[in-house]
Structures are given as C-alpha cells and as structure tokens.
Nanobody, 121 residues
Framework: QVQLVESGGGLVLPGGSHTLSCTAS????????MGWSRQVPGEEREDIGC????????FYPGSMADRFTISRDDTRNTVYLQMKNLKPEYTAVYYC??????????????WGQGTQVTVSS
C-alpha cells in the first residue's frame, strides 16, 4: 500500500505564497508520475496538475498553472506544490496523488491524507 505524507499546510495570507511537500517511505517517487489535487468540503476533489516522471513534463488543467507549480527533488524523494498569489477561495485540503506509472495519462490510484491550507487575513 502506498503511503504518501503531505506537509506544510497552515494559514496563508491572501496574496501570499506557500509550498507544500509530499514524501513517501518504501517508495521512490522519482519512478512515478505524481500530482496534486485539492478538495473543498462539500465539493468534488479537483486536479491541480500532474508531473510525468518519464519526461518531467507537467500538465495543469485549466488555469491552474497561473497559481500552482509542481516540482520534485528526487534526492529528497519529495514532490512539491508551490502556490502563489493565493486567494481565500483556495482554502482547501491539498492532496498528493500517486499514479503508479511513469505517465499521468491514466490518472491516480491513491492519495495522501491531505494537508489543510487556509487562506485568510
């Protein structure tokens, strides 16, 4: 069973930037396409983006690339989500997502437990 651990959630001021991290034990994240999703209570989980491990390309749906950047550091076995110019409506639980493959094409098979990000003054 894949165990992903997100960290870095907290309170962020509107207009601010923040970075979340995702790590895993017993799994080399660099071998897999990895992504991030977010979920607001009462709404469906929303994809933020996915990084392919085979060519290091990243796909962001819609306008997600305007505020989010996914990166990874394989030496630290960590995937990051950088967020910028945040607004209160971006308050959500953010999840690290695992594909089980080197490509994002077939979606995710599991998620971490999530980390809460609250954008508020």
């Amino acid at each position: 069973q894949v165990q992903l651990v997100e960290s870095g959630g907290g309170l962020v001021l509107p207009g601010g930037s923040h970075t979340l991290s995702c790590t895993a034990s017993k799994l080399r994240l660099g071998d897999y396409a990895m992504g991030w999703s977010r979920q607001v209570p009462g709404e469906e989980r929303e994809d933020i983006g996915c990084n392919n491990s085979d060519d290091d390309s990243t796909f962001y749906p819609g306008s997600m690339a305007d505020r989010f950047t996914i990166s990874r550091d394989d030496t630290r076995n960590t995937v990051y989500l950088q967020m910028k110019n945040l607004k209160p409506e971006y308050t959500a639980v953010y999840y690290c997502a695992f594909t089980g493959r080197r490509s994002c094409a077939r979606g995710y098979t599991s998620w971490g437990q999530g980390t809460q990000v609250t954008v508020s003054s």
